[in-house]
């Protein structure tokens, strides 16, 4: 019968106890049960050194037959040798003692069945002993289970919990770790160190090309290259998706150099093998020396990205050490300012919109308005959407500031009855969530679409053009019409204004700008001008500064105009009944 672990003292378990009784319909066969699951009951009589097993030990612990473990001594003979703990210790080696109720002990080691070199069984060997007159061990009853499956998993967890699953290195959170005790230890010793970030250059070319498998077999093998070129006391870890950060001892400006050139070399000077072929590679990298340009891990790895950025910035393969710049200081704290308006003004509401208008050429009537966004920050001037439109997308915002864009401009021509023009950034460009959304709110406010024209910029359209055909193609559906903004300086071909089927395409306002004296933007405006003419499309001419431009311009066809010239943008929406009907409604 199967082993109560909870039995009194002084139960016993024989192994030459009789068979078990047949069992009735639906009564449950424990032994089954628990040989299912990889446990088996005993008891072990310290006095006379007998493990008394359960019938089905044989098949949990894969014995043929019980004699081997018949014993205390013989199931110790089994015990793996590395073992820190065995149940020997668990039971006799305590402190405590039996005041009658037993006394539970737990233990987890590892057993070779087979000898050295065979299977091993991990077990965890729970119970309780129960003592003698003294109190001291005298029988323990328990139940050993086989936990090989918990214990891998276990380890595997142990193990990213601190190395990258990709590479087998540090992973961010123990190479900041280690970075930070290498700094600690520099100031302590007044020695100097490296924080290198070398970033795998084309990483996202070869992830599109070939796949995100192949990128990481050649992330990988990068990085076992920079780390066979490592000293003894550097250390190596994954920073980021395809960069990594190296700790270099003893490290000074001038060494810095030296190691770069061996990172560049271990990964340029042979091409990586992957499944789909050989690939050619070269890294970027940006360094920092601690603790003299930084006295925090945070400060270290912010230093050590800024001169990465600058050295990709000079093409690939280059190698860039961190030095102070007063300008560039200067610069990172007026975007933390920059940062921490933007999100305030997203939060209390601080977004408004001023209004440009954009004229007819051959009467400089106003036709429509360009809804263009504007920031109110607190003791600063207001800020013009170029001023943080960049960092809203490194942060993460701009999707929510078009769609803030969108609620501003559909309130504006509910009090007034003209048409104005809007942006939208690439981001939003193809969001299906952002056309559902603009779609409800043209439904909840009939008639509002028709009044308004969607910009989007030439290179957020060519990026992917097919996605962009259908955007376009919907935002026509919904009634709206759409211009293509800051054509030309994309510099895709012409043959994509008849493909995408805008209404109003936007002559950057570089060419405009230098038309009087520049031969080669007369030429690229009036071709453009003539193709659009031609393929239905409406033209306006951006940053108009001068009434010289402006005749030339009109001359040449060009629809409407758009600049300083012909009025700047006020955040006093006026009223709407002077201006002109723009083709199409």
Known sequence: MALNTAAPAGSQLSLADPPPEPRAEGEL???????????????WTIGDDRRHWDANACAVLGLESLERVATGRGFAAMLDPTNTTSPHDAILNGK?????AGVRYEARYSLLPDGTGGRRLVVEDVGRWYGDESGRPARARGVLRIINDRYEREQRLEFLSRYDELTGYLNRYALLSALAEALAEARRLGASIAFMMVAVDNFRAINEAYGFEVADQMFASAAHRIKSSLREGDALGRFSGNKLGVIVQNCDERDMHVAAERFHAAVRDDVIVTEAGSVAVTASIGAVTLPRHAGSVNEATARAQEALQLARSRGHGRFVAYSHSAERAARRRANAELSGDLVAAFNQHRFVLGFQPIVDARDLRPVFREALLRMERPNNPMSEAADFVALAERLGLIRLIDRRVVDLVFDALAVG???????????????????SAFAARCAARPGLATRLIVEITETALMGNPDE??????????????????????????FRSLRDLGVDFVKIDGSFVERVASSRDDQVFVRSLVDLARNLGIRTVAERVQDEETATTLAGWGVDYLQGNFTGTATLELPRAAGDAAAPGG
């Open 29 to 43: 066969d424990t032994r089954a049960v628990l040989t299912g699951i990889e446990e088996v009951a005993y008891e």
């Open 96 to 100: 405590m003692t039996d005041s009658g």
């Open 468 to 493: 962009a055909v259908r955007f376009v193609a919907r935002l026509h559906e919904l009634g709206c019409r759409v211009a293509i903004d800051d054509f030309g300086a994309g510099f895709s071909s």
């Open 417 to 435: 009855d003209g048409r104005l023009s809007f942006n939208i950034s690439g981001e939003t460009v193809g969001d299906d969530e952002w056309l």
